[in-house]
Every structure is written in C-alpha cells, then in structure tokens.
C-alpha cells in the first residue's frame, strides 16, 4: 500500500496511513544510532546492528509507546509478542548495519 492521504479516504484510512508514515519514519530516525555505535564504540557491525534494534524495541516500542498511550499497557501482550517484536527489531539493526556498511564503503570508494 502506497503511503497517500486523499481527502475523500473515510478518516480510518487516513489515520491508519499516518500510522504508518510515523512508524517507517521513525526506523528511518533511528538510522543514525546505528553510526553512531559504529564510530564511538568498538563495536563490529553485526553487534551495532543488534543493539541498536534492540534500543529501539526496548525504548520505543516497550517504554516510550506504553507511557505515552500509543499503545496499551505492556501487559496486554502475550509475551510471544514482545519476544517476536524484539526479534523483527533486531533484524531491522542487522538490515539497517547491512546498509550503512555498503553505503560507507561506496561512498569512501
């Protein structure tokens, strides 16, 4: 689904697409800790890219959504949920390493 907002959309797709364009916005946003693992710590890429998608799973999906009410209480999750949410995170770390390294190595070329 293209992320586009026509005004004849009933307000339920609108929101859903905003929901979206938040969400892929904010993996875009997160990028950067990712380099910022990669320059100030000794960290190899495949770790960087494991933290960094787990920060952004522990601090955004499992703190900051639940406290500022995007989301329910992390309890109305089964705990499934929280490891598989945990997981495609960390594959988003190792994706977006996977990037940042070609693009580094690209670029310096």
């Not at 905003?18 to 950067?32: N, R, S, V």
């Not at 495949?46 to 989301?71: H, Q, R, Y």
């Amino acid at each position: 689904m293209l992320l586009t907002l026509d005004t004849d959309d009933p307000p339920e797709k609108r929101i859903e697409a905003l929901q979206k364009g938040i969400h892929f916005g904010l993996g875009a946003a997160w990028g950067p800790v990712y380099c910022w693992l990669r320059r100030h710590t000794p960290m190899p890429p495949v770790v960087a890219g494991v933290a960094s998608g787990a920060a952004l799973s522990l601090i955004v999906d499992e703190t900051l959504n639940p406290l500022l009410g995007i989301t329910p209480p992390r309890d109305a999750y089964p705990k499934s949920a929280h490891i598989r949410g945990f997981a495609t995170h960390a594959v988003w770390g190792l994706v977006c390493g996977a990037t940042a390294e070609f693009l580094r190595r690209r670029w310096r070329t």
